[in-house]
Structure formats: C-alpha cells, structure tokens
C-alpha cells in the first residue's frame, strides 16, 4: 500500500464499480466512420488527419456553413502567411456575424458567450482606465 494506492485492488469489492454494458467490439465502427448528424461526407478514418474541433463541427452544423468555412480559411490562410488576422478578415467575419445572427435560434450560446466577453472586456478596459486617472 502507498499514499497513491491505499488499498490493494483485491480489497475493492466489484459492486463498488460501475459497469458499462458492452457491444461486440467487432459490430463497432471507428467514431471516425460513422456518418456525420449534419448529413456531411464521412471521413474515412486517418492518423495524418487532425480531428475537428468540437466548435467547429458546432459552427458547421447550423446555418452558416459556407460563412464559417469562409472565415475558417481566411484565417488560416492570414496565419500561414503571417497576416494581421482582424484586417484580412473583416469583412467575412462580418458577414459570419450577419448570419449567425440571422440564425441566433442555434448560434444562440455563442453570440451571448461573445457578448459576455465583450462585456467583461469593456469593464476592465474602465476599471484599468479609472485606476490610472486616479493615480495622476
């Protein structure tokens, strides 16, 4: 025994420890396989192929595909060649906001995520501001 394991397995009892009924592992298909709830293209499974983000199959799921995947490129493409992303991007993160606003039934939780942090950033830009017209 040891500060890490206080007691030898043997000495848990199996009712302590949940259970998970399990499918025939050979009926299973890879995560990866399976068919997207979106209706996209599967992807067949692929090491070399990063997995996406859970945002961004979020952000693709709802009406503003074609605007996410606009703007997920220009970011990329503004970072690959080390572009300021805010001025390369402007107008299709605009016409990004334009329509998750249009569709704010599902983007809902991101735009007030959004909100409260632009809120939240406008109170510490006043505290910050009133802190240093105290101090002159």
């Known amino acids: 025994m040891s500060a890490l394991n206080p007691a030898p397995e043997s000495d848990v009892e199996e009712n302590q420890i949940p259970t998970v009924a399990k499918a025939n592992p050979a009926d299973e298909k890879p995560l990866e396989d399976q068919p997207r709830e979106d209706g996209g293209e599967t992807v067949e499974g692929n090491d070399d192929e990063e997995a996406e983000c859970g945002f961004c199959l979020f952000m693709k799921g709802g009406g503003c595909k074609e605007e996410f995947i606009a703007w997920e490129q220009c970011v990329e493409e503004a970072e690959k060649n080390r572009e300021d992303i805010v001025d390369k991007c402007f107008e299709v993160t605009a ?32 505290r910050v501001s009133s802190s240093s017209e105290a101090q002159q």
Do not use: F, T, V
């Not at 991101?110 to 632009?118: G, P, T, Y």
């Open 95 to 126: 016409l990004l906001k334009k329509c998750m606003d249009a569709h704010s039934d599902y983007y809902g939780p991101i735009l007030r995520a959004e909100k409260a942090m632009e809120e939240e950033a406008a109170q510490e830009l006043e």
